[in-house]
């Protein structure tokens, strides 16, 4: 049998028919094992037994010769009482002084030297055995003793040849039997086969159908739970957030294309411009120039947290015990140089926790970058409040504005991806700047949460290392 073009055998030595010829074979060797050991012990009982008769029914006439004189006539079939003399269920012969036959036995039985010179012996007792002689077509076991002062022998023989023939029975009725339960075992564990791999052959159909069609949304057998049911449902749990992830980069790249139109159309409007840059009067053409640059730079802030967004937020970088509160001082000393505002910072509790410091910094940079563009001149400061735990292993950090607040109609969006309130399209941003602040929240076991604060303003921030996340979602522009 010839290997395809793969390099595999052919589809006939599948798990199925693997399985079930392993079982079949293991179960004929146990079968051949057990039937060759069943045989060898009845033949052994019963050739030892046929012997252990023989010897005794010898041994039983060599006494009784011993111990009374006798005579060839004593063993004479035609003699009164002949039965007390001869040995039950045995074939005896009478040989006279001169090793003659005197009396028949029935069958007859062949006379040897040997026995002859038994025959002939002075010492009463004296025996000689022939084994496996055949006599017709059966086989018999011979003992010829002698009676004594040369007065002649008897011949006792014993037929092995039933033996036999009950053990080769025996044999042929232990092959029948090994092959019907060989058969069964065939049947059975191809049964068996078919009803273990059954799911998996649903399964190897699903995986085929996947790479075959390339669609993520198909069912998957998930029933049972032992192994090949935790294996379907850790499939199809794989499969569904493939789907999910084909699902968020389609429509990041369909969101994306439809925010870079906007920047990309004003940016050729502005080159079409330059073309007739002499033309322009001075203060236009430095309107002009600062327009390109606020674009360009509005550009590449928009590629910038795309490439974060759309690299995992750096989700190789090692996790590694952090303290919230230290990244938040850090992020706040930033804030104040660049913005001029006075940010302060309150931490209660323990505020160390597991993760990734640079997505952590960069969702904390969001938030209060966030709260300083929504309170432009605003007189009171922007607070961040790190406070842990809140349950076990759980840290919260909310970032405090007294801005225009977030619309309750907004409230359910504004962590969506490019999402901007209406009274926020006019100042700068992307709309990705809190979407971000919820994907670092989900990678670190918690969530984002925002709500309108009391006395104005917003309250917005998120939870790591324990999930759930506030009183409600919501963002004031989503960047």
């Known amino acids: 049998m010839g290997l395809g073009r793969s390099g595999r055998l052919p589809r006939l030595l599948s798990l199925r ?13 146990v079968t051949v094992l057990v039937g060759i050991l069943s045989y ?23 006494g009784e010769i011993r111990d009374r004189r006798m005579s060839p006539r004593d063993f004479s079939s035609s003699a009164p009482g002949h039965d007390l003399v001869r040995p039950a269920r045995t074939d005896v012969q009478v040989l006279g002084a001169d090793g003659r036959v005197v009396d028949k036995g029935s069958p007859g039985l062949p006379v040897t030297d040997a026995d002859r010179k038994i025959a002939a ?17 059966d086989v018999y076991r011979i003992a010829t003793v002698a009676l004594g002062d040369g007065r002649g022998a008897v011949q006792v023989a014993q037929e092995f040849s039933d033996t036999e023939d009950l053990l080769r029975t025996l044999q042929q009725r232990i092959l029948l039997l090994m092959a019907a339960v060989v058969a069964a075992a065939g049947v059975f564990g191809w049964w068996l086969a078919r009803r273990i791999t059954r799911r998996l052959v649903a399964l190897t159909s699903a995986a085929e159908a ?16 032992d192994e090949v049911g935790r294996l379907g449902r850790a499939f199809d749990r794989m499969l569904g957030r493939l789907a999910q992830s084909e699902d968020d980069q389609r429509r990041l790249v369909q969101d994306a294309g439809h925010e870079l139109r906007t920047p990309l159309t004003s940016l050729r409007t502005n080159i079409s ?24 730079r509005e550009l590449t802030d928009l590629v910038n947290e795309l490439v974060d967004l759309a690299a995992g937020q750096s989700d190789t970088e090692p996790p590694q015990r952090v303290d919230l509160a230290d990244l938040a001082e850090e992020v706040a000393g930033a804030a104040r140089r660049r913005t001029g505002r006075r940010i302060v910072l309150r931490a209660a509790g323990d505020t160390s926790t597991l993760g990734r410091p640079q997505m952590l910094t960069r969702a904390l940079t969001n938030l209060v970058e966030n709260a300083a563009k929504f309170d432009r001149g605003g007189s009171e400061p922007i607070e961040i409040v790190v406070a842990g735990p809140a349950r076990p292993g759980t840290v919260r950090v909310e970032v405090l504005d007294r801005g225009p607040g977030v619309a309750d109609a907004d409230l359910v969006r504004v962590f969506d991806r490019f999402f901007r309130a209406a009274d926020a399209r006019a100042l700068p941003g992307s709309g990705l700047g809190l979407s971000i602040v919820r994907e670092v929240a989900l990678a670190h076991g918690g969530a984002p949460f925002a709500h309108r604060r009391e006395g104005g303003g917003s309250v917005v921030g998120f939870t790591v290392g324990g999930g759930g996340g506030g009183e409600g979602e919501g963002n004031e522009d989503g960047g």
């Not at 012990?41 to 012997?51: G, P, Q, T």
């Not at 075959?212 to 998930?222: A, C, K, M, Q, S």
């Not at 236009?284 to 390109?292: F, K």
């Open 17 to 29: 028919t693997t399985l079930a010829v392993s079982f079949a074979l293991v179960a004929a060797a």
């Open 40 to 62: 060898n012990s009845a033949a052994r009982l019963l050739r030892v037994d046929k012997e252990s008769i023989f010897n005794e029914v010898v041994r039983d006439l060599q």
């Open 121 to 137: 012996a002075a010492l009463a007792g004296r025996l000689v055995v022939h084994k496996d002689i055949d006599v017709g077509d």
């Open 210 to 225: 996947v790479a075959r069609t390339r669609r993520l949304g198909i069912d998957v057998p998930v029933a049972g739970s």
């Open 273 to 296: 411009l330059l073309r007739r840059m002499d033309e322009l009067p001075p203060e236009t053409r430095e309107e002009l120039v600062t327009d390109l640059g606020n674009e360009a």
